[in-house]
């Protein structure tokens, strides 16, 4: 994999794309100092780097972006509350902190816009980040079930610091 800086042109077409997934908040989502990482294969953009982290990965096939748990930081911070949410039931975040995936019966609240296959942000019942995910049911659907799996998670918080 190869390691470079953004382009101006490239980081316009970026948020030009996370925009479309994320609305109003896909512009400020991408700084500018960011760091692309591309496949030597295809030469294509795999992933996006923020001070040396992994902040956002690049799905080639549909060319959707996948959030990770700084990205997920800054989409908590600007999204007006229930955006992107996934809120969780309190008692069930050190779970999910440590990479356990969302059942339907712990959602206390979800962003009722959320689609399966969105990308999401798993907060608990405060407001803090607890993972991201996708989801795999409607974000209505989700307060409404006691059953089923509801976010699959890709990346805990704990799991971004080791476990502690």
Known sequence: ?????????????????????FGEY?????????????????????????EDKLYLSLRAG???????????????????????????????????KNGGNVFSKHVVMADPEIRPGDEVVVVDE??????????IRPGWEMIYYNWGEAVRIREGVQEEYGSG
Not at 127 to 135: M, P
Request: no cysteine; charged share 25%.
């Open 126 to 135: 405060n407001g803090e980040l607890i993972g991201v995910g996708r989801a």
């Open 62 to 96: 549909d060319h959707r972006f996948l959030l990770h748990i700084p990205s997920a930081r800054v989409l908590n911070r600007l999204a007006e509350p229930p955006k992107f949410r996934v809120y969780v039931n309190i008692n069930y975040a050190e779970f999910i």
């Open 26 to 50: 896909g512009i400020e989502l991408i700084p500018d100092n960011i760091t692309l990482v591309i496949s030597p294969s295809t030469g294509k953009i795999r992933y996006l780097l923020y």
């Open 1 to 21: 994999m190869h390691k470079r800086k953004a382009t101006s042109e490239e980081l316009e077409e970026l948020r030009w794309i996370a925009s479309l997934q």
